[in-house]
């Protein structure tokens, strides 16, 4: 079994080649729920849905966020009444949260519907939400808190982050089956995600980072930074601002105690001594997941190493 700690659009392109390598059974995926927002009296699942969309190849390839082929009727009439349109949700992607909405409402606990979704989108893997309870990310800039789909899309991450907040985390327990999925892993890869807003809130859920700097798994961390710089999004100048090093080495502080194997780019071979100096072995190949090829080779390389 393959346990593969996942935010959302990083996470999203390894396991479309993890999938390629090993049986998508053998793969349960720890979603973050962090991310989740209630727009239009809905609960959106952010990261959940993205996972599902690209492993259900149905991401759209023009904005690498949403479904593709998607209209925006629904949002258009509610900015009639309204309703603000900085969040873009498609009318198909409101389906999802519709149903999602529809099912919470009625008790299903959120691990049960995400189970659901799974199953409607034909996916073999299973996809587990970190915690049924709500956990909301905050981030801290210079002038308060900021909901964090607020930071992301209202204010497109033009904010100084000084710091971060898991809210209603102390309280949260793992939902069924996460800590299982930890423990009875061969392997535990965190994906190349942003350490502190998408792999950080999975590790916050009480319980969870314990599992996992004891689990008997491998546990294998990728770098989302590659040469010092993002592919996609703010966890460069999240991570630089927090005061840590932005580069595969301060990933691999971060993640400290809680790999064995820490993954980097090619084009970063010279940091490999000072991660391997931090207690983990480092494996040193092309990370840029630029094609089907690509993630499917970034995938095998990792499981050959295991
Ligand atoms: P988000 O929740 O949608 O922001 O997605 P994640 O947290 O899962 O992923 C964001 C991170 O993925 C960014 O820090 C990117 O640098 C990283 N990322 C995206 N594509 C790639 C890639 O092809 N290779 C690597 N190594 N990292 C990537």
Redesign the pocket.
């Given at each position: 079994m393959f346990t593969v700690l996942?935010?959302?659009?990083?996470?999203s392109?390894f396991l479309q080649g993890l999938v390629q390598v090993v049986d998508p059974s053998e793969i349960t995926v720890i979603s973050n729920s962090g991310?989740d927002v209630e727009m239009f009296g809905l609960h959106v699942s952010p990261?959940t849905d993205?996972v599902i969309y690209a492993l259900a190849g149905a991401v759209n390839p023009e904005t690498g966020w949403g479904l593709t082929a998607d209209s925006f009727a629904v949002v258009d009439q509610l900015e009639r009444f309204g309703y603000a349109r900085w969040f873009n949700l498609g009318d198909k992607d409101l389906a999802m949260a519709i149903h999602r909405t529809r099912l919470l409402h009625e008790g299903i606990p959120m691990h049960e519907v995400v189970a659901g979704l799974v199953r409607a989108w034909g996916l073999g893997c299973t996809i587990i939400p970190m915690s049924n309870d709500p956990i909301r990310t905050r981030i801290i800039g210079p002038d308060g808190e900021i909901p964090f789909q607020d930071y992301m899309v209202k204010l497109r991450t033009d904010v100084e982050v000084r710091g971060v907040e898991f809210a209603g985390a102390e309280k949260a327990a793992p939902a069924p089956g996460v800590l299982a999925a930890l423990r009875d892993a061969k392997a535990v890869i965190l994906?190349?995600?942003?350490p502190i807003v998408?792999i950080g809130p999975i590790l916050a859920v009480p319980g969870l980072r314990d599992a996992l700097a004891h689990s008997r798994a491998t546990r294998v961390a990728?770098?989302?930074?590659?040469a010092g710089e993002?592919?996609?999004?703010p966890?460069a100048k999240m991570l630089q601002t927090l005061g840590h090093e932005v580069s595969a080495v301060g990933v691999a502080r971060i993640y400290q105690g809680l790999v064995d194997l820490m993954v980097i780019?090619e084009r970063d071979a010279a940091l490999a001594p000072a991660v391997e100096a931090l207690g983990m072995s480092c494996l040193v190949t092309d990370?840029?997941?630029?094609s089907d090829e690509k993630k499917a080779a970034l995938a095998r390389t990792i499981v050959a190493a295991l």
């Open positions: 996942a935010g959302g659009v990083g996470a392109r991310d990261d993205i994906a190349p995600s942003n998408s990728i770098s989302p930074i590659i993002v592919v996609k999004g966890a780019d990370t840029i997941m630029s």
